[in-house]
């Protein structure tokens, strides 16, 4: 069994070359284990013994071997997706969701909330539209790094909405982040029996 302890190794291309690719699939929630056997797509078993408060992201290599290596996927899971009309709808449905404790994701133009009764009812509340779905779901304040990219909220600048610690350029990301997903959300699983990382397909 591979032992994983840490949720980024820094490596570049070359080291990565002529290694064959091995993938562990995960949910967002599955992706907030610190202590879990897993098998991968290849099948593999690698246990999971990561700090308290980890947070494993889709990209992330996680181990390299002599011929292989393991980069962590997310795997799509169900949310409701919402497209607001406008900058303003955007940060009043976000400030409500994150109000509740729940997380939200960016995805193009909408915004992703956990398929929850919670969030089905507060906002049919609102009074805007949404439509389940299917995303790897990424929610904002728990990403590595900055992309760049048109979000329903961008004006022309693009904040930091990757959690690395800098303040943001722009005033709307810190209304979008909204408080810490609740722990009761994918708290950390005591080390079990192996489970298979379905790969999305």
């Known amino acids: ?23 562990l699939c995960l949910t967002w929630e599955e992706r907030r284990w610190t202590r879990k056997r897993v098998i991968t797509t290849g099948g593999r ?6 700090p308290t408060g980890s947070l494993l992201h889709p990209g992330d290599i996680v181990a390299v071997e002599a011929d292989w290596y393991l ?10 997706a919402v497209t607001p009309r ?24 909408d915004l992703l ?10 906002l049919t509340r609102l009074g ?26 961008d004006g022309h600048s693009h904040p930091d909405l990757g959690g690395s ?14 408080p810490s997903p609740p722990k009761s959300l994918g708290s950390p699983s005591a080390p079990g029996p192996p489970t298979a990382a379905r790969h999305p397909g």
Do not use: C
């Open 71 to 80: 980069e962590i996927e997310g795997r799509p899971e169900p949310v409701l």
């Open 45 to 50: 078993e690698v246990a999971l013994a990561l």
């Open 165 to 178: 610690g800098a303040a943001p350029s722009d005033p709307l990301a810190s209304g979008l982040a909204g």
């Open 1 to 23: 069994m591979f032992l994983i302890t840490e949720t980024h190794l820094h490596v570049d291309g070359p080291t990565l070359a002529g290694k064959q690719r091995d993938t």
């Open 113 to 122: 909330v956990p398929d929850d009764t919670a969030m089905t009812q507060l």
């Open 128 to 153: 805007v539209a949404w439509r389940r779905s299917a995303a790897i779901f990424a929610p904002l304040g728990a990403a590595h790094s900055h992309e760049h990219g048109h979000s329903p909220t």
């Open 86 to 109: 406008d900058r303003n709808e955007a940060i009043r449905i976000a400030f409500d969701v994150g109000n509740r404790h729940f997380p939200v994701a960016i995805a193009g133009d």
